[in-house]
């Protein structure tokens, strides 16, 4: 390289670290950022994961031969696009701001300990909101669609995936912490209700934390 | 029916349509005898202890329904109509003098017919209500797992024998149709989502009646989709 267009190089780079202004660290560039996860001055685009503990309760809960009904313990990993609405808090006095999930879709797996698996697609949007100072009850909340694997299926032609729909009826979340605690529910589209063919369904409860750009 | 509705419509300030849908908070059967014997079984059914009953089940979110709803409403006062299908099944679990899981099912055709009362004179308000329902059902009460079933890779039938269909008959269900008589308490969102929790239970007249005592405690939600004031002209008011 020529030592011209070094020096000029070298020169206009310092140029450039002079006259930036509010120029974060790492950001070689004469503007600053545009954010561009605000969709109105309320609501944001966000994108995160979340993570979690999960009991699962799967089929066949209890029958002549085996009575017990026994808690599968496994992980939750989701990929979550929500957006978020920020709210004035309802006791605060100095109008302090608290983000509120108001819709999203993403993907969750929850995985449990005898290697059953529960993916699927998901789209949130609560249906109900109760906020109270303590904590919030969210209903009717979130819609998925995706697939059961269970590596030993227990019913009769069943098959280790099954496609299956999936729906949240209760959400909680204690004060202003972006942890939640959930009840999923998870049915087989080949279920008949009114059938003599045992269900393959299962219940999900557990906890989510979710981590995303807060600020 | 037709003239209530056509009187509703002349009195209502607003008439609303939507969709209703929900599911069963608690229910319970409790069939206080000790013995049953069905009529079309050789075998029948104890209580598994003393003072229990026979059939004592608690159970929750066993059910699913989904209809339509067509309310007007006049001041504080609402009238509602909610045709509905209804679909359930539970569970029921004997041990003697045979161990046996029986399936009590229903698909029903039901028709909530209430009157609601807000209790604050503003659009979204707690309400009450009381009114009847209509049910019209087809039963299925059956064993459950039949003998065709596997679990765990060993087949249910070289352990158990189908002892038949349609046992709990007078004493679960009729095929008559019937009423219940229903109350409950409900709220309007913000955003016009229509919640509420409804108590229902059998009206047991003589000839319609059953043994068993079931109660029911349901959570239904009502979307509104369409009103009548959306199809009204609107005058605004500018104030410079």
Redesign the interface.
């Known amino acids: 390289m020529p030592l011209k267009v070094l020096v000029i190089s070298i020169f206009v780079l310092g140029g450039w670290s002079v006259f930036a202004q509010k120029l974060p660290p790492g950001e070689n560039s004469f503007f600053k950022k545009y954010d561009r996860s605000h969709i109105t001055p309320e609501i944001r685009r966000k994108g995160g994961i979340s993570l979690g503990g999960v009991a699962g309760f799967h089929t066949p809960f209890g029958n002549q031969i085996d009575n017990g009904v026994e808690p599968n313990f496994g992980f939750h990993l989701a990929y979550n696009h929500m957006y978020v609405r920020r709210r004035r808090l309802l006791m605060s006095q100095e109008g302090k701001t608290t983000d509120e999930f108001q819709s999203g879709w993403g993907v969750s797996v929850n995985v449990h300990m005898d290697m059953q698996a529960l993916v699927y697609g998901y789209f949130y949007r609560p249906l109900i909101r109760m906020y109270t100072p303590i904590f919030r009850i969210y209903l009717i909340n979130e819609y998925g669609l995706g697939a059961h694997y269970d590596p030993v299926p227990t019913i009769e032609g069943q098959r280790r995936v099954s496609p299956s729909f999936f729906f949240e009826p209760i959400r909680l979340k204690f004060s202003n912490t972006p942890i939640f605690f959930h009840l999923t529910g998870a049915s087989s589209f080949k279920n008949n209700i009114l059938s003599k063919k045992p269900l393959n369904v299962s219940v999900l409860g557990g906890f989510r934390i979710y981590f995303y750009n807060y600020s | 029916m037709i003239c209530v509705l056509w009187s509703c419509s002349l009195w209502a300030q607003e008439v609303k349509f939507g969709i209703t849908t929900g599911t069963h908070l608690f229910y319970r059967i409790s069939l206080k005898d000790a013995f049953y014997f069905p009529e079309n079984s050789f075998t029948g059914y104890q209580e598994s202890s003393a003072g229990t009953g026979v059939i004592n089940k608690n159970s929750m979110?066993n059910s699913f329904f989904l209809g339509s709803t067509i309310n007007g409403s006049y001041k504080r006062w609402t009238a509602t109509l909610e045709p509905q299908y209804f679909?359930q099944?539970t569970t029921l679990?004997f041990t003697k003098p045979i161990?046996?899981?029986r399936?009590f099912?229903k698909?029903a055709f039901r028709l909530p017919v209430y009157i609601s009362y807000k209790l604050w004179k503003k659009e979204n308000s707690t309400y009450l209500f009381g009114g009847l329902i209509f049910h019209k059902e087809t039963n299925?009460d059956?064993?459950?797992?039949?003998t065709?079933?596997?679990?765990?890779g060993?087949e249910?039938g070289q352990?158990?024998i189908d002892y038949g269909d349609n046992h709990f008959y007078r004493a679960l269900y009729t095929e008559k149709g019937y009423w219940s008589y229903t109350f409950g308490i409900g709220k309007i969102?913000r955003r016009g989502?229509n919640?509420g929790v409804r108590f229902h239970r059998r009206l047991n007249l003589e000839s319609r009646g059953i043994m068993a005592d079931i109660f029911n405690v349901e959570f239904m939600?009502n979307l509104n989709v369409v009103s009548t004031k959306d199809f009204t002209k609107k005058h605004f008011l500018y104030v410079d």
Not at chain 2, 142 to 146: A, C, D, E, V, Y
């Open positions: 979110a679909y099944r679990r161990s046996v899981n399936v099912g698909k299925y059956f064993q459950s797992p039949g065709e079933v596997y679990f765990n060993v249910f352990n158990s969102t989502v919640y939600i």
